[in-house]
């Protein structure tokens, strides 16, 4: 049963964690923008907050939701509005390489990790790992080898969107290439709002 258990969440992790969505595009974008090394922190708190959120689903967070739709109608609300932020974000960043601007910078563990409250992919993801686990996964240790199982297996693939951004660095040095691809993440982070207004 543990075997089967690691099995299959490993191979939900590839599929989930290894698909575009709001963390990778914009862990691509700081790989661009800022290094795989500044980015550290960035990938930190996306597996931190995603800890957290699984955990807090496992405790009820996920039924408050259910049994109260008005909650689930706000964090959507939330969610929306922080994804346009971002997506202003990186829209107005141009850029960055020229603009010397001393403010910009990627995001801390903190400001990453609360991200996850407000990302719908996160959520999805999660919910569906609690629920596969069932009621029991708290007391028989379940919920501990998914959490395990789901950090290990972040750590490569958020690396890899995150190189992926900086090797795509050198190409997007060339004119105004580095303002359009933070455009184009602005935009494809915009349509990921689709995910939560469904």
């Known amino acids: 049963m543990h075997s089967e258990l ?3 969440t490993a191979s939900f992790v590839l599929v989930m964690v290894g698909s575009p969505g709001p963390n990778n595009l914009m862990l691509m974008a700081s ?3 800022f290094g795989v090394r500044r980015s550290i922190p960035h990938m930190v708190g996306i597996i931190l907050g995603c800890q957290v959120l ?3 689903m496992a405790i009820g967070l996920g039924e408050l939701l259910v049994t109260y739709p008005q909650a689930a109608l706000v964090l959507k609300a939330v969610s929306v509005l922080f994804l346009i932020y971002v997506a202003l974000l990186l829209w107005q960043a141009g850029a960055l390489s020229t603009q010397k601007n001393v ?3 990627p995001m801390s563990v903190w ?5 996850q ?3 719908p992919k996160a959520w999805m993801m999660c919910l569906t790992m609690v629920a596969a686990l069932g009621q029991s996964s708290l007391r028989d240790g379940s919920l501990a080898s998914v959490a395990l199982t789901f950090a ?3 750590v490569p693939l958020l690396a890899l969107w995150n190189a992926g951004g900086q090797v795509l660095n050198i190409w997007l040095q060339k004119g105004s290439r580095l303002l359009w691809f933070n455009r184009v993440m602005a935009l494809l982070l915009l349509g990921s709002v ?3 207004i469904r």
């Open 6 to 8: 690691v099995l299959s």
């Open 152 to 154: 290990l297996l972040s």
């Open 117 to 119: 409250w407000v990302n």
């Open 31 to 33: 790989g661009v923008n």
């Open 103 to 105: 403010r910009a910078r």
């Open 111 to 115: 400001e990453a990790a609360v991200f």
């Open 54 to 56: 699984l955990l807090a």
């Open 194 to 196: 689709g995910l939560v």
